[in-house]
């Protein structure tokens, strides 16, 4: 019985990723970095433009999580609910704030560890490389809560990839950070974008609503 | 009959029906979810599954409440306390006969 809740349990909670639209903002949300790492490199420290999207990198960040938060439960209020239904998870328990707390100490150890591996060999643009492994544990850590969404794994991949490629091809920090979260932006645009596809055209509208 | 099996007699009835043990096992994982969802999940008609709803409201396990999100009418069904006690307790016992009959 054990093993049949959790499967319940588990299907429940892979619910939220089934039409991708979480994904597509969160693409967003790396295009939207991407740019912002791009601009300050063509733009440099110097200009006021550029000293402005410095010291408004944290309003930036923050304003895109919000208005991301906001535009999924807009999409899925729209898209999902009246195709598959309405589904309210229940606040994060401590063992799950705690999974969180030790998935950050991980992903900084880590950061930290690369980036005093690549300054003492100064072999590689390390702030790219350690963008890349921080940001595939933070997915691969995403799918386990997940429970099973296989396509984090590519994604994490694609991180990896992406990240390890940039930090030795030579161009500006600016523009290689640019480029890591612009691609990983377009992997996910184009995850988030195929599942949406699938998930339409498996779930059309209902002719009239089920809510009874 | 055997104590072990004279103990599945003390079941909650209401919860051991499958239809109604997959509803509120389903409710249980999550805070709320309304009428299409759990349609979809449990895979029963709208009628099978309001009837079952109406059992499990009116014992007091669930509560339906007629909302909406956004523009959309839903109607969302969450476990009560009552509910969940009741769940965990029918768990216990089926856990325990699985434990003594191995």
Redesign the interface.
Known sequence: MKDETSQIEQRVKRYWYTDGIGELMGGGMFLLLGLYFSAQQYLGDQSFVGGLLQSGFVVIFIGGVFLGRWLVNVLKARVTYPRTGYVEYRANTGNTILMRVLAAVVAMTVAMASIFVARKFDMIDAIVAVSGVIVAIILIVKQGWSFGVGRFYFLSAASLVFGGILSVSGFARGYNLGMFYGLMGIAFAVSGGLTLKRYLRENPLPAESANE | MSDDLRGLNDLDRLIHEPARL?IV??L??????????????TGLT?GN??AHLSKLEDAGYIKIEKTF??K?????CKLTAKGQKAYAGY?QQ??AF?DKTG
Request: charged fraction near 25%.
């Open positions: 997959l096992t389903i249980s994982t999550v805070e709320s979810a309304d009428f299409l969802f759990l349609q979809r999940e709208k599954l309001s999100k956004g959309l009418p839903l109607t969302v768990r089926i856990q699985m």
